[in-house]
Protein backbone atom coordinates (compact mmCIF):
# COMPACT_ATOMS: atom_id res chain seq x y z
CA UNK A 1 0.00 0.00 0.00
CA UNK A 2 0.97 3.65 -0.42
CA UNK A 3 2.11 5.70 2.70
CA UNK A 4 -0.14 8.63 2.62
CA UNK A 5 1.32 11.63 0.68
CA UNK A 6 3.47 9.61 -0.93
CA UNK A 7 1.89 10.25 -4.60
CA UNK A 8 2.51 14.40 -3.53
CA UNK A 9 5.94 13.72 -2.04
CA UNK A 10 7.36 11.70 -5.19
CA UNK A 11 5.67 14.65 -7.49
CA UNK A 12 6.96 17.06 -5.80
CA UNK A 13 10.39 15.82 -6.43
CA UNK A 14 9.80 15.05 -9.84
CA UNK A 15 8.87 18.50 -10.17
CA UNK A 16 12.13 20.64 -9.64
CA UNK A 17 14.27 17.32 -10.95
CA UNK A 18 15.71 18.38 -14.20
CA UNK A 19 13.45 17.49 -17.13
CA UNK A 20 14.00 14.42 -18.30
CA UNK A 21 17.05 13.35 -15.74
CA UNK A 22 16.17 10.50 -13.62
CA UNK A 23 14.23 11.26 -10.62
CA UNK A 24 15.11 10.01 -7.68
CA UNK A 25 13.92 6.37 -6.20
CA UNK A 26 11.50 6.48 -3.78
CA UNK A 27 11.53 3.43 -1.22
CA UNK A 28 10.20 -0.23 -3.31
CA UNK A 29 7.52 -0.17 -0.75
CA UNK A 30 5.83 3.39 -1.22
CA UNK A 31 5.56 2.75 -4.95
CA UNK A 32 4.73 5.92 -5.57
CA UNK A 33 2.65 6.84 -8.83
CA UNK A 34 4.13 9.31 -11.09
CA UNK A 35 2.61 12.61 -12.10
CA UNK A 36 1.88 10.87 -15.49
CA UNK A 37 -0.60 8.83 -13.46
CA UNK A 38 -3.91 8.18 -14.43
CA UNK A 39 -7.03 9.26 -13.21
CA UNK A 40 -7.99 5.62 -12.66
CA UNK A 41 -4.52 4.98 -10.74
CA UNK A 42 -5.20 8.25 -9.03
CA UNK A 43 -8.36 7.10 -8.02
CA UNK A 44 -7.28 3.96 -5.98
CA UNK A 45 -4.38 5.59 -4.35
CA UNK A 46 -7.06 7.95 -3.18
CA UNK A 47 -9.11 5.08 -2.29
CA UNK A 48 -6.34 3.81 -0.51
CA UNK A 49 -5.67 6.44 1.66
CA UNK A 50 -2.79 6.68 -0.12
CA UNK A 51 -3.15 10.46 -1.37
CA UNK A 52 -5.50 12.62 -0.87
CA UNK A 53 -7.39 15.87 -3.50
CA UNK A 54 -5.42 18.48 -1.87
CA UNK A 55 -2.11 16.26 -2.39
CA UNK A 56 -2.83 16.23 -5.78
CA UNK A 57 -3.69 19.83 -6.49
CA UNK A 58 -0.50 20.79 -4.26
CA UNK A 59 1.81 18.30 -6.38
CA UNK A 60 0.61 19.30 -9.81
CA UNK A 61 1.05 23.65 -8.34
CA UNK A 62 4.74 22.52 -8.00
CA UNK A 63 5.02 21.17 -11.04
CA UNK A 64 3.56 23.76 -13.02
CA UNK A 65 5.88 26.06 -11.14
CA UNK A 66 9.03 24.24 -12.28
CA UNK A 67 8.35 22.85 -15.30
CA UNK A 68 5.54 25.18 -17.23
CA UNK A 69 7.03 28.65 -15.57
CA UNK A 70 10.51 28.03 -15.16
CA UNK A 71 12.54 24.90 -16.07
CA UNK A 72 11.60 24.28 -20.12
CA UNK A 73 8.70 26.78 -19.30
CA UNK A 74 6.34 24.98 -21.48
CA UNK A 75 3.74 28.18 -20.94
CA UNK A 76 1.02 25.64 -21.45
CA UNK A 77 -0.91 26.88 -18.12
CA UNK A 78 -1.93 30.39 -18.24
CA UNK A 79 -4.01 30.88 -14.94
CA UNK A 80 -4.24 29.44 -12.13
CA UNK A 81 -7.86 28.82 -9.74
CA UNK A 82 -7.22 29.95 -6.92
CA UNK A 83 -10.08 28.33 -5.19
CA UNK A 84 -8.33 24.90 -6.54
CA UNK A 85 -6.95 23.62 -3.05
CA UNK A 86 -9.71 24.67 -0.93
CA UNK A 87 -11.95 23.27 -3.33
CA UNK A 88 -9.91 19.76 -3.15
CA UNK A 89 -10.30 19.84 0.59
CA UNK A 90 -14.07 19.93 0.34
CA UNK A 91 -14.00 17.26 -2.03
CA UNK A 92 -11.77 15.16 0.40
CA UNK A 93 -13.86 15.38 3.41
CA UNK A 94 -16.72 13.98 0.89
CA UNK A 95 -14.58 11.20 0.39
CA UNK A 96 -13.92 10.41 4.28
CA UNK A 97 -18.02 10.78 4.53
CA UNK A 98 -18.56 8.48 2.45
CA UNK A 99 -19.83 10.51 -0.33
CA UNK A 100 -18.27 9.99 -3.99
CA UNK A 101 -19.19 11.89 -7.04
CA UNK A 102 -17.83 9.34 -9.42
CA UNK A 103 -14.27 8.49 -11.09
CA UNK A 104 -13.42 12.20 -11.34
CA UNK A 105 -13.61 12.73 -7.58
CA UNK A 106 -10.55 14.88 -6.60
CA UNK A 107 -9.52 14.94 -9.95
CA UNK A 108 -7.78 18.07 -11.12
CA UNK A 109 -8.65 19.55 -14.15
CA UNK A 110 -7.23 22.38 -16.74
CA UNK A 111 -9.82 24.24 -18.80
CA UNK A 112 -8.57 25.64 -21.99
CA UNK A 113 -8.64 29.64 -21.98
CA UNK A 114 -11.75 30.00 -24.09
CA UNK A 115 -14.25 28.58 -21.35
CA UNK A 116 -15.70 30.47 -18.53
CA UNK A 117 -15.58 29.16 -14.87
CA UNK A 118 -16.64 31.28 -11.58
CA UNK A 119 -12.97 31.25 -9.99
CA UNK A 120 -12.06 33.98 -10.17
CA UNK A 121 -9.94 34.13 -13.47
CA UNK A 122 -10.88 35.79 -16.68
CA UNK A 123 -11.57 34.07 -19.86
CA UNK A 124 -9.13 35.69 -22.69
CA UNK A 125 -8.68 33.42 -25.93
CA UNK A 126 -5.59 34.20 -25.16
CA UNK A 127 -6.38 37.90 -26.11
CA UNK A 128 -4.82 40.80 -24.21
CA UNK A 129 -8.20 42.93 -25.36
CA UNK A 130 -9.96 40.13 -22.69
CA UNK A 131 -7.80 40.07 -19.98
CA UNK A 132 -10.64 42.05 -17.94
CA UNK A 133 -13.23 39.10 -19.02
CA UNK A 134 -14.08 38.03 -15.43
CA UNK A 135 -17.74 36.87 -16.37
CA UNK A 136 -18.50 35.04 -12.64
CA UNK A 137 -20.07 32.16 -14.09
CA UNK A 138 -19.35 28.91 -15.07
CA UNK A 139 -19.86 27.34 -18.20
CA UNK A 140 -22.25 24.35 -18.22
CA UNK A 141 -19.59 22.25 -19.06
CA UNK A 142 -17.78 23.28 -16.21
CA UNK A 143 -21.00 23.23 -13.73
CA UNK A 144 -21.20 19.25 -14.93
CA UNK A 145 -17.41 18.80 -14.09
CA UNK A 146 -17.95 20.21 -10.25
CA UNK A 147 -20.72 18.34 -9.85
CA UNK A 148 -18.87 15.29 -10.59
CA UNK A 149 -16.14 16.04 -8.34
CA UNK A 150 -13.48 17.40 -10.08
CA UNK A 151 -11.43 20.13 -9.11
CA UNK A 152 -10.60 23.22 -11.78
CA UNK A 153 -6.98 23.32 -11.57
CA UNK A 154 -6.97 26.39 -13.72
CA UNK A 155 -6.65 28.00 -17.24
CA UNK A 156 -4.81 26.62 -20.53
CA UNK A 157 -2.70 28.51 -22.84
CA UNK A 158 -4.29 28.18 -26.29
CA UNK A 159 -3.56 29.46 -29.83
CA UNK A 160 -5.08 33.31 -29.63
CA UNK A 161 -8.77 33.20 -31.02
CA UNK A 162 -8.64 29.61 -31.58
CA UNK A 163 -6.69 30.13 -34.14
CA UNK A 164 -9.04 32.52 -36.15
CA UNK A 165 -6.99 35.37 -36.60
CA UNK A 166 -4.28 34.90 -39.11
CA UNK A 167 -3.68 32.29 -41.89
CA UNK A 168 -0.37 32.93 -40.86
CA UNK A 169 -0.88 31.90 -37.19
CA UNK A 170 1.25 30.18 -34.90
CA UNK A 171 -0.10 27.47 -33.61
CA UNK A 172 -0.16 27.91 -29.31
CA UNK A 173 0.70 31.30 -29.23
CA UNK A 174 -0.95 34.09 -27.23
CA UNK A 175 -0.70 37.87 -26.55
CA UNK A 176 -1.51 36.87 -23.06
CA UNK A 177 0.73 33.74 -22.23
CA UNK A 178 3.06 33.63 -25.35
CA UNK A 179 3.96 30.00 -26.87
CA UNK A 180 3.19 26.74 -25.98
CA UNK A 181 6.22 24.39 -26.32
CA UNK A 182 6.03 21.00 -27.12
CA UNK A 183 7.13 18.77 -23.79
CA UNK A 184 8.81 15.95 -26.03
CA UNK A 185 11.27 18.88 -28.21
CA UNK A 186 11.09 22.20 -27.25
CA UNK A 187 11.34 23.57 -30.55
CA UNK A 188 8.68 21.83 -32.32
CA UNK A 189 4.55 22.91 -32.05
CA UNK A 190 2.08 21.68 -29.97
CA UNK A 191 -0.15 22.62 -33.01
CA UNK A 192 -3.17 24.64 -32.25
CA UNK A 193 -5.98 25.27 -31.09
CA UNK A 194 -6.26 23.61 -27.60
CA UNK A 195 -2.41 23.59 -27.51
CA UNK A 196 -2.21 24.17 -23.96
CA UNK A 197 -4.42 21.64 -23.12
CA UNK A 198 -2.57 19.01 -25.08
CA UNK A 199 0.83 19.73 -23.68
CA UNK A 200 0.04 19.99 -19.92
CA UNK A 201 -1.82 16.81 -19.99
CA UNK A 202 1.54 15.64 -21.84
CA UNK A 203 4.06 17.02 -19.77
CA UNK A 204 2.10 15.41 -16.40
CA UNK A 205 0.94 18.63 -15.00
CA UNK A 206 -2.68 18.08 -14.61
CA UNK A 207 -4.55 14.75 -14.59
CA UNK A 208 -7.36 15.69 -17.56
CA UNK A 209 -8.03 18.86 -19.53
CA UNK A 210 -11.05 20.00 -21.81
CA UNK A 211 -10.02 21.57 -25.10
CA UNK A 212 -12.25 22.80 -27.86
CA UNK A 213 -12.18 22.29 -31.64
CA UNK A 214 -14.09 23.70 -35.31
CA UNK A 215 -11.62 22.14 -37.00
CA UNK A 216 -8.43 19.93 -35.84
CA UNK A 217 -8.27 22.47 -32.17
CA UNK A 218 -8.54 19.03 -29.82
CA UNK A 219 -7.42 16.29 -32.50
CA UNK A 220 -4.14 18.05 -33.84
CA UNK A 221 -2.96 18.58 -30.16
CA UNK A 222 -3.49 15.97 -29.08
CA UNK A 223 -1.34 13.79 -31.70
CA UNK A 224 1.39 16.24 -31.94
CA UNK A 225 1.50 15.98 -27.61
CA UNK A 226 0.93 12.39 -27.82
CA UNK A 227 -2.52 12.14 -25.86
CA UNK A 228 -5.97 11.04 -26.50
CA UNK A 229 -8.19 13.44 -28.02
CA UNK A 230 -12.45 13.19 -28.60
CA UNK A 231 -13.82 15.84 -30.42
CA UNK A 232 -17.57 14.34 -30.07
CA UNK A 233 -20.73 14.97 -32.08
CA UNK A 234 -21.74 18.41 -32.47
CA UNK A 235 -24.42 19.34 -29.97
CA UNK A 236 -23.20 16.30 -27.34
CA UNK A 237 -21.57 18.86 -25.32
CA UNK A 238 -22.92 22.25 -24.38
CA UNK A 239 -20.82 25.38 -25.68
CA UNK A 240 -22.83 27.83 -23.57
CA UNK A 241 -20.10 30.33 -22.17
CA UNK A 242 -17.38 29.18 -24.24
CA UNK A 243 -15.80 31.86 -26.63
CA UNK A 244 -17.64 31.04 -30.15
CA UNK A 245 -15.59 30.75 -33.47
CA UNK A 246 -19.38 28.35 -35.44
CA UNK A 247 -22.24 26.95 -33.89
CA UNK A 248 -22.58 24.52 -36.34
CA UNK A 249 -18.75 23.64 -35.78
CA UNK A 250 -17.89 24.28 -32.54
CA UNK A 251 -17.04 21.61 -29.47
CA UNK A 252 -15.25 20.93 -26.03
CA UNK A 253 -14.06 17.31 -25.46
CA UNK A 254 -11.58 15.81 -22.83
CA UNK A 255 -7.95 15.67 -23.54
CA UNK A 256 -6.73 13.14 -21.38
CA UNK A 257 -3.38 9.92 -21.32
CA UNK A 258 -6.14 7.15 -21.35
CA UNK A 259 -9.11 6.65 -23.28
CA UNK A 260 -10.87 5.42 -19.87
CA UNK A 261 -10.25 8.76 -18.52
CA UNK A 262 -11.69 10.31 -21.72
CA UNK A 263 -14.45 8.39 -21.46
CA UNK A 264 -14.89 9.07 -17.46
CA UNK A 265 -15.08 13.02 -18.90
CA UNK A 266 -17.38 12.71 -21.66
CA UNK A 267 -19.72 10.34 -19.46
CA UNK A 268 -19.55 14.09 -17.05
CA UNK A 269 -20.12 16.52 -19.54
CA UNK A 270 -22.26 15.32 -21.81
CA UNK A 271 -25.73 16.31 -22.05
CA UNK A 272 -28.69 18.48 -23.17
CA UNK A 273 -28.40 22.49 -22.21
CA UNK A 274 -31.33 24.47 -23.25
CA UNK A 275 -29.31 27.34 -23.84
CA UNK A 276 -27.88 25.68 -26.66
CA UNK A 277 -30.37 24.39 -28.87
CA UNK A 278 -27.50 22.70 -31.00
CA UNK A 279 -27.92 20.02 -27.43
CA UNK A 280 -31.37 19.29 -27.89
CA UNK A 281 -30.79 15.58 -28.87
CA UNK A 282 -27.70 15.42 -26.23
CA UNK A 283 -29.45 13.67 -23.33
CA UNK A 284 -31.09 10.78 -25.46
CA UNK A 285 -27.16 10.04 -27.15
CA UNK A 286 -25.36 10.27 -23.63
CA UNK A 287 -24.07 7.13 -22.63
CA UNK A 288 -22.38 5.69 -19.48
CA UNK A 289 -18.76 5.54 -21.77
CA UNK A 290 -16.49 4.53 -19.41
CA UNK A 291 -18.75 1.10 -18.69
CA UNK A 292 -18.70 0.65 -22.28
CA UNK A 293 -14.81 -0.06 -22.50
CA UNK A 294 -13.97 -3.64 -23.21
CA UNK A 295 -10.74 -4.76 -24.19
CA UNK A 296 -11.77 -7.52 -26.99
CA UNK A 297 -13.85 -5.03 -28.47
CA UNK A 298 -12.38 -4.74 -32.14
CA UNK A 299 -12.82 -8.83 -32.54
CA UNK A 300 -15.02 -9.07 -35.52
CA UNK A 301 -15.43 -5.29 -36.26
CA UNK A 302 -14.72 -3.92 -39.74
CA UNK A 303 -12.45 -1.57 -40.22
CA UNK A 304 -12.10 1.14 -42.88
CA UNK A 305 -8.40 1.86 -43.65
CA UNK A 306 -8.31 5.82 -44.62
CA UNK A 307 -4.59 6.29 -46.33
CA UNK A 308 -3.33 10.16 -46.36
CA UNK A 309 -3.45 11.96 -49.01
CA UNK A 310 -1.75 15.01 -48.62
CA UNK A 311 1.50 15.58 -47.05
CA UNK A 312 2.78 11.99 -46.59
CA UNK A 313 5.64 11.25 -44.18
CA UNK A 314 6.91 7.49 -44.46
CA UNK A 315 8.16 7.43 -41.00
CA UNK A 316 4.27 7.99 -39.66
CA UNK A 317 3.55 5.49 -42.55
CA UNK A 318 5.47 2.97 -40.97
CA UNK A 319 4.10 3.23 -37.74
CA UNK A 320 0.72 3.09 -38.96
CA UNK A 321 1.41 -0.16 -40.41
CA UNK A 322 2.40 -1.47 -37.29
CA UNK A 323 -0.91 0.21 -35.65
CA UNK A 324 -2.80 -1.50 -38.38
CA UNK A 325 -1.17 -4.66 -37.29
CA UNK A 326 -1.81 -4.30 -33.94
CA UNK A 327 -5.50 -3.63 -34.99
CA UNK A 328 -5.64 -6.91 -36.99
CA UNK A 329 -3.97 -9.19 -34.00
CA UNK A 330 -6.66 -7.73 -31.85
CA UNK A 331 -9.06 -9.11 -34.47
CA UNK A 332 -10.40 -6.36 -36.69
CA UNK A 333 -11.22 -7.02 -40.62
CA UNK A 334 -9.28 -4.54 -42.12
CA UNK A 335 -10.90 -3.00 -45.16
CA UNK A 336 -8.79 -0.69 -47.57
CA UNK A 337 -11.35 2.50 -48.64
CA UNK A 338 -11.11 5.19 -51.07
CA UNK A 339 -10.97 8.33 -49.63
CA UNK A 340 -12.54 11.65 -51.59
CA UNK A 341 -9.66 13.42 -53.79
CA UNK A 342 -7.31 16.16 -53.20
CA UNK A 343 -10.26 18.49 -55.80
CA UNK A 344 -13.48 17.12 -53.74
CA UNK A 345 -11.68 18.01 -49.97
CA UNK A 346 -10.69 21.21 -51.21
CA UNK A 347 -14.15 22.29 -52.15
CA UNK A 348 -15.26 21.42 -49.28
CA UNK A 349 -12.63 23.30 -47.24
CA UNK A 350 -13.55 26.33 -49.16
CA UNK A 351 -16.80 26.29 -48.44
CA UNK A 352 -15.98 25.66 -44.71
CA UNK A 353 -13.77 28.87 -44.98
CA UNK A 354 -15.87 30.99 -46.17
CA UNK A 355 -18.54 29.70 -43.99
CA UNK A 356 -16.91 30.49 -41.04
CA UNK A 357 -16.03 33.76 -41.42
CA UNK A 358 -20.22 34.58 -41.52
CA UNK A 359 -20.63 32.52 -37.96
CA UNK A 360 -17.43 34.24 -36.23
CA UNK A 361 -18.23 37.41 -37.11
CA UNK A 362 -22.01 36.47 -36.07
CA UNK A 363 -21.24 34.68 -32.68
CA UNK A 364 -18.29 36.42 -31.39
CA UNK A 365 -20.03 39.59 -31.78
CA UNK A 366 -22.98 38.77 -29.75
CA UNK A 367 -20.57 36.87 -27.16
CA UNK A 368 -18.44 40.54 -26.79
CA UNK A 369 -21.73 42.30 -26.28
CA UNK A 370 -22.19 40.41 -23.46
CA UNK A 371 -19.02 40.50 -21.31
CA UNK A 372 -18.40 42.56 -18.42
CA UNK A 373 -18.29 46.36 -18.40
CA UNK A 374 -14.88 46.23 -18.20
CA UNK A 375 -13.98 44.72 -21.55
CA UNK A 376 -13.90 47.56 -23.31
CA UNK A 377 -13.88 45.79 -26.88
CA UNK A 378 -17.62 45.25 -27.73
CA UNK A 379 -17.41 43.94 -31.05
CA UNK A 380 -14.70 42.55 -34.21
CA UNK A 381 -14.75 46.05 -35.46
CA UNK A 382 -13.22 46.97 -31.63
CA UNK A 383 -10.87 44.11 -31.42
CA UNK A 384 -8.90 44.86 -34.79
CA UNK A 385 -8.51 48.45 -33.98
CA UNK A 386 -7.20 47.35 -30.35
CA UNK A 387 -4.56 44.61 -32.41
CA UNK A 388 -3.86 47.63 -34.59
CA UNK A 389 -2.56 49.67 -31.62
CA UNK A 390 -1.09 46.86 -29.50
CA UNK A 391 2.25 45.32 -30.50
CA UNK A 392 2.63 42.66 -28.66
CA UNK A 393 -0.49 41.43 -30.63
CA UNK A 394 0.78 41.88 -34.10
CA UNK A 395 4.84 41.36 -33.93
CA UNK A 396 4.36 37.57 -35.24
CA UNK A 397 1.38 37.83 -36.96
CA UNK A 398 -1.49 40.17 -38.11
CA UNK A 399 -5.57 39.72 -38.40
CA UNK A 400 -6.46 38.94 -41.89
CA UNK A 401 -9.06 36.55 -41.05
CA UNK A 402 -10.62 39.29 -38.33
CA UNK A 403 -10.41 41.79 -41.16
CA UNK A 404 -12.09 39.60 -44.01
CA UNK A 405 -14.78 38.67 -41.42
CA UNK A 406 -15.44 42.16 -40.43
CA UNK A 407 -17.21 42.50 -44.28
CA UNK A 408 -18.75 39.34 -44.56
CA UNK A 409 -22.47 39.88 -44.74
CA UNK A 410 -24.79 38.60 -42.09
CA UNK A 411 -25.25 34.70 -40.95
CA UNK A 412 -29.41 35.21 -42.44
CA UNK A 413 -27.55 35.69 -46.14
CA UNK A 414 -28.71 33.35 -48.72
CA UNK A 415 -25.53 32.64 -50.10
CA UNK A 416 -24.00 31.88 -46.32
CA UNK A 417 -26.67 29.39 -45.85
CA UNK A 418 -26.43 27.24 -49.02
CA UNK A 419 -22.94 27.15 -48.86
CA UNK A 420 -22.81 26.19 -45.04
CA UNK A 421 -25.23 23.31 -46.20
CA UNK A 422 -23.24 22.51 -49.14
CA UNK A 423 -20.17 21.94 -47.13
CA UNK A 424 -21.69 19.87 -44.45
CA UNK A 425 -23.78 17.72 -47.10
CA UNK A 426 -20.76 17.45 -48.98
CA UNK A 427 -18.55 16.35 -45.82
CA UNK A 428 -21.85 14.11 -44.57
CA UNK A 429 -21.79 12.45 -48.00
CA UNK A 430 -18.03 11.67 -47.67
CA UNK A 431 -18.01 9.88 -44.58
CA UNK A 432 -21.30 7.97 -45.00
CA UNK A 433 -20.44 6.54 -48.09
CA UNK A 434 -16.96 5.23 -47.10
CA UNK A 435 -19.13 3.69 -44.38
CA UNK A 436 -21.57 2.79 -46.00
CA UNK A 437 -19.68 1.19 -49.40
CA UNK A 438 -17.13 -1.39 -47.76
CA UNK A 439 -19.46 -1.82 -44.81
CA UNK A 440 -17.15 -0.78 -42.02
CA UNK A 441 -17.97 0.62 -38.55
CA UNK A 442 -15.13 3.32 -38.06
CA UNK A 443 -12.58 5.00 -40.48
CA UNK A 444 -8.59 4.81 -38.98
CA UNK A 445 -5.85 6.72 -40.42
CA UNK A 446 -2.99 8.45 -39.14
CA UNK A 447 -4.03 11.60 -36.75
CA UNK A 448 -0.81 13.42 -38.62
CA UNK A 449 2.43 13.45 -39.05
CA UNK A 450 4.81 14.53 -35.90
CA UNK A 451 5.50 18.15 -34.61
CA UNK A 452 6.60 19.98 -36.82
CA UNK A 453 9.24 22.92 -36.08
CA UNK A 454 7.98 26.54 -34.81
CA UNK A 455 9.49 29.24 -37.63
CA UNK A 456 7.64 32.67 -37.14
CA UNK A 457 9.41 33.47 -40.77
CA UNK A 458 8.27 30.80 -42.98
CA UNK A 459 5.66 29.02 -40.90
CA UNK A 460 5.49 25.30 -40.46
CA UNK A 461 5.28 22.24 -42.57
CA UNK A 462 2.16 20.53 -42.60
CA UNK A 463 1.84 17.10 -42.06
CA UNK A 464 -1.93 16.71 -43.40
CA UNK A 465 -4.73 16.01 -41.35
CA UNK A 466 -8.17 13.77 -41.13
CA UNK A 467 -9.95 16.42 -38.78
CA UNK A 468 -11.89 18.51 -41.87
CA UNK A 469 -14.18 15.75 -42.85
CA UNK A 470 -15.72 15.04 -39.26
CA UNK A 471 -15.63 18.77 -38.28
CA UNK A 472 -18.10 20.37 -41.21
CA UNK A 473 -20.17 16.71 -40.63
CA UNK A 474 -20.45 17.42 -37.37
CA UNK A 475 -19.57 13.68 -36.34
CA UNK A 476 -17.23 12.65 -33.58
CA UNK A 477 -13.41 12.02 -33.70
CA UNK A 478 -11.00 10.28 -31.25
CA UNK A 479 -7.01 10.33 -31.44
CA UNK A 480 -5.02 7.93 -29.70
CA UNK A 481 -1.46 7.33 -29.33
CA UNK A 482 -0.18 4.76 -31.72
CA UNK A 483 3.50 5.27 -31.66
CA UNK A 484 6.59 7.46 -32.38
CA UNK A 485 8.82 8.91 -34.88
CA UNK A 486 12.19 9.59 -33.96
CA UNK A 487 10.62 10.43 -30.03
CA UNK A 488 7.94 12.69 -31.55
CA UNK A 489 4.49 11.46 -30.82
CA UNK A 490 2.13 10.11 -33.75
CA UNK A 491 -1.83 9.24 -33.13
CA UNK A 492 -4.24 7.18 -34.68
CA UNK A 493 -7.62 8.77 -35.96
CA UNK A 494 -11.28 6.78 -35.01
CA UNK A 495 -13.75 8.19 -37.05
CA UNK A 496 -17.65 7.19 -36.82
CA UNK A 497 -20.80 8.44 -37.63
CA UNK A 498 -22.83 11.03 -35.37
CA UNK A 499 -23.62 9.93 -31.67
CA UNK A 500 -20.84 6.91 -32.21
CA UNK A 501 -18.43 8.34 -29.22
CA UNK A 502 -19.20 4.93 -27.23
CA UNK A 503 -18.17 3.06 -29.66
CA UNK A 504 -15.27 4.77 -30.85
CA UNK A 505 -14.17 4.98 -27.21
CA UNK A 506 -14.28 1.40 -27.22
CA UNK A 507 -12.52 0.65 -29.98
CA UNK A 508 -9.69 2.91 -29.25
CA UNK A 509 -9.65 1.32 -25.72
CA UNK A 510 -9.25 -1.78 -26.89
CA UNK A 511 -6.47 -0.42 -29.39
CA UNK A 512 -4.70 1.13 -26.48
CA UNK A 513 -4.73 -1.66 -24.50
CA UNK A 514 -3.49 -3.70 -27.12
CA UNK A 515 -0.43 -1.23 -28.06
CA UNK A 516 0.31 1.05 -24.84
CA UNK A 517 2.28 3.15 -27.26
CA UNK A 518 2.10 6.56 -25.44
CA UNK A 519 5.37 7.65 -24.09
CA UNK A 520 6.20 9.99 -21.56
CA UNK A 521 8.60 13.38 -22.77
CA UNK A 522 11.79 13.79 -22.00
CA UNK A 523 11.46 17.94 -22.57
CA UNK A 524 14.61 17.74 -24.99
CA UNK A 525 15.72 21.55 -26.60
CA UNK A 526 15.44 19.46 -30.18
CA UNK A 527 15.45 16.22 -31.10
CA UNK A 528 18.95 16.58 -32.45
CA UNK A 529 19.73 16.32 -28.60
CA UNK A 530 18.93 12.53 -28.51
CA UNK A 531 22.06 10.53 -28.01
CA UNK A 532 21.63 8.67 -31.45
CA UNK A 533 21.55 11.98 -33.56
CA UNK A 534 24.54 13.65 -31.43
CA UNK A 535 26.68 11.13 -32.64
CA UNK A 536 25.69 11.14 -36.23
CA UNK A 537 25.91 15.05 -36.25
CA UNK A 538 29.21 15.50 -34.39
CA UNK A 539 31.11 11.95 -34.48
CA UNK A 540 34.82 13.37 -33.81
Not at 149 to 172: H, M
Not at 184 to 196: E, H, I, M
Not at 256 to 279: E, K, N, Q, Y
Not at 517 to 531: C, E, H, K, V
Request: proline share 7%; charged share 20%; aromatic share 4%.
Amino acid sequence: MLRPLAFAAALAALAVAAPGAPSAQAPAQTRPLSPFASGAEQQAAMAAGATTSEDLVRAYLARIAAIDRAGPKLNSVLALNPHALADARKLDAERRAGHLRGPLHGLPVLLKDNIESDDGTATTAGSLAMVDNVTGRDAPLVRRLTDAGAVILGKANLSEWANFRSTRSISGWTGVAGLVRNPYSLDRTACGSSAGSGAAIAAGLATLAIGTETDGSITCPAAANGVVGLKPTVGLVSRTYVVPISPEQDTPGPMTRTVADAAAMLTAIAGSDPLDPATAQANAHKADYLAGLRTDALRGVRVGVLRMTLGRSPQTDAVFETALAALRKAGAVLVEVKGPDEAALGQIGGAEGEALRVEFKASLNAYLAATPAKVKTRSLDDLIAFNAHEPRETLLFGQEIFEQSAKVPPITDPTYLAGRAKARKLARDALDRMLADDNVEVLVGPSTGPAAIVDPIDGSRSLGSYSTLPAVSGYPHLTVPMGNVQGLPVNISFIGPAWSEARLLALGFAFEQATHARIDPRFLPNIWARPEYARVFDPR
